[in-house]
């Protein structure tokens, strides 16, 4: 299971695209595409290595009204099919797409 303290970050590899509210993602090394609606575009937004789980619960909540708990289960969901797609990485650490690519 994902950590909240952790800090989830969009694979600089992946193709994103907004349709209207939804978002579409292209995995080009597979061939696939995935989309997400408009609460998953947000999340994605939010995927930039700089916020904890727990964090973009508490904005999501904010956001949508939602109930914290719920949104956390779905949260972590969420980020737990992204990142078994590949789409996303998670680090125990703030992380920005720079030091990424600044590492390899």
Known sequence: MIALD???IQ???ILSKRLGEEMIFVLADKHQAKVVNESGAFIWSMLDGSHRVDEIAQKITAEYEGDYEQIIIDLVD???QMLA?????ISDR???LANLSGSA
């Open 78 to 80: 969420f980020l737990e």
């Open 6 to 8: 952790s800090y989830p």
């Open 11 to 13: 694979r600089s590899d």
């Open 94 to 96: 703030p992380l920005t």
């Open 85 to 89: 797609k590949e789409i996303i990485m």
